[in-house]
């Protein structure tokens, strides 16, 4: 990118033959064409240049689609980006890309729920094999590595429990052992950390995030490089796994202020962590915490912190953790997370799947809350009244 992130989100996509600001919304089933050579030529081109948005059919998308996977190309720095109707969509596509019968996959234990039932029960069916590492230890990958091993599968930070793991050193056992990885980088996005430009072959985000911002669209992308990109392309074509226009629209209407949204989640998630701190009851799950092993591997390759945490509640009695999280005036209760407004979930541990490397007591309890863009002051207010409940 010649431009910074910042003026490179603004004045991107203009669309000055309709003089519009923002590109148009293009819905297509059947494109047409002038004539059969025209679509000879558009599919030669499409062969010559499978990057470029040459198109003979609505499922593989149309301008408005195509606007937004340049976009996020250029944003993941990456050599193509799917873009896909939900965020596992994403995740699905990737596993599937490169795993067959026969083969082994290691995905790290703090995995988003889903993505763990995906390949700890179906991919059984079709015997493919997954072994689960420890965030903490990764001797537990390295040593479970062998000839069957196609893919390494990251999740960073781990879905509700936020363990930052050594993305350098995951990196340099795949690289020795020529096996592919794919990252889940829905946290980060690549405002705050590039994964292909770091060294990862295919880098995930949930669109329905903080890339929308607003909580009204759902979509993935998944960024490649070029080793993986005719694996993916081809996965995708046969699966038919495509963003609609009128959400990549909503996207790449939402990703204009990204950088402004995340910076203020950032700060004000900055805010609410140093409050939380303070507090003996609670033990943050977000790095902020400067001796600690997340922040140190958090500082070593993320350039800021978005507005997801976690908070795991010292408490004999649930009932009283159940009351801080209803007492809560200015968060929302709901699932997914990235809008402007404030979240908040009481995590009961067998929503995080069947961790094999958690430890928890009987008396602790996961909250996960997610930062918006309200005035942090108020929010601080709000959850100080709710503590109260915590017995």
Do not use: C
Not at 3 to 10: A, M, Y
Not at 54 to 74: A, F, M, P
Not at 131 to 138: E, G, K
Not at 228 to 239: P, R, S
Request: no cysteine; hydrophobic share 35%; net charge positive.
């Amino acid at each position: 990118m010649t431009k910074s992130f910042k003026t490179f989100l603004k004045h991107t996509a203009k669309d000055f033959h309709n003089q519009s600001v923002n590109p148009p919304v293009v819905r297509a089933s059947t494109i047409i064409f002038k004539s059969m050579r025209d679509i000879r030529k558009t599919q030669v081109k499409a062969i010559k240049n499978p990057t470029g948005g040459h198109y003979d059919y609505g499922r593989q998308g149309t301008s408005t689609t195509y606007i937004l996977q340049k976009i996020l190309t250029k944003l993941e720095e990456s050599y193509h980006v799917f873009t896909t109707p939900t965020g596992f969509g994403s995740v699905f596509l990737s596993i599937f890309s490169i795993v067959r019968p026969g083969d082994e996959i290691i995905v790290a234990d703090p995995v988003y729920s889903p993505t763990r039932i995906l390949t700890e029960d179906f991919l059984k069916e079709f015997k493919i094999k997954t072994i689960f590492y420890d965030p903490a230890n990764l001797k537990t990958l390295e040593n479970n590595i062998s000839k069957k091993t196609k893919l390494i599968f990251v999740e960073n930070p781990g879905s509700n429990s936020f363990e930052f793991q050594d993305l350098g050193k995951i990196i340099s056992i795949a690289k020795k052992n020529k096996i592919i990885t794919a990252i889940d980088n829905t946290w980060a996005t690549p405002y705050y950390f590039k994964p292909i430009k770091f060294g990862f072959d295919m880098s995930i985000v949930s669109a329905t995030k903080y890339y929308s911002g607003h909580s009204d669209v759902m979509g993935g992308s998944l960024a490649v490089n070029k080793k993986v990109f005719n694996k993916v392309k081809a996965a995708e074509k046969i699966t038919g796994l495509r963003l609609g226009p009128d959400d990549a629209y909503l996207i790449t209407r939402g990703l204009r202020t990204l950088d402004v949204r995340l910076d203020r989640h950032r700060e004000n998630a900055k805010k609410i962590a140093e409050f939380l701190s303070k507090n003996k009851k609670i033990k943050l799950l977000y790095p902020y915490k400067k001796n600690s092993h997340n922040f140190r591997m958090w500082k070593k390759y993320y350039s800021g912190a978005s507005g997801l945490m976690g908070l795991k509640i010292k408490a004999k009695n649930i009932n009283s953790v159940r009351k801080f999280v209803n007492s809560l005036k200015l968060f929302g209760y709901g699932y997914s997370w990235g809008g402007f407004e404030s979240l908040v979930l009481h995590q009961e541990f067998r929503e995080t799947g069947n961790r094999k490397f958690m430890s928890s007591s009987k008396d602790e309890h996961l909250v996960r809350l997610h930062i918006g863009l309200e005035d942090p002051s108020d929010l601080i207010a709000d959850i100080k009244q709710a503590l109260k409940h915590l017995k």
